[in-house]
Nanobody
Framework: QVQLVESGGGLVQAGGSLRLSCAAS????????MGWFRQAPGKEREFVAA????????SYANSVKGRFTISRDNAKNTVYLQMNSLKPEATSVYYC?????????????????WGQGTQVTVSS
């Protein structure tokens, strides 16, 4: 069993930055792919970024490429999402997710463990 707890959300002006953290419990964290998704009111959950267990491979949604950076510290059982140049359309609840095997990084149903989410609000 893996438990995930996100933190770092908040209110920021457009153009600003936030860093989200996701703390994981469980000894197998270091062997799992980790992903970040977001969901705005009335919209489907969408892929943001993912990182391989080793940290040497990452993937990003086109909408955040060049502005967001995913990273992980396996010694701290934590994955991060650095978000720069934030836009109002980034306003969402952000979730981290993982699974023992993630067949498709950008597909939400590929992940079996989810955090409770952290709210990010970007004002214009």
């Amino acid at each position: 069993q893996v438990q995930l707890v996100e933190s770092g959300g908040g209110l920021v002006q457009a153009g600003g930055s936030l860093r989200l953290s996701c703390a994981a419990s469980g000894r197998t964290f270091s062997s799992y792919t980790m992903g970040w998704f977001r969901q705005a009111p009335g919209k489907e959950r969408e892929f943001v970024a993912a990182i391989a267990w080793s940290g040497d491979t990452t993937s990003y949604a086109n909408s955040v490429k060049g502005r967001f950076t995913i990273s992980r510290d396996n010694a701290k059982n934590t994955v991060y999402l650095q978000m720069n140049s934030l836009k109002p359309e980034a306003t969402s609840v952000y979730y981290c997710a993982t699974a023992p095997v993630v067949r498709s990084w950008s597909v939400a149903r590929s992940y079996s463990y989810w955090g409770q989410g952290t709210q990010v609000t970007v004002s214009s």
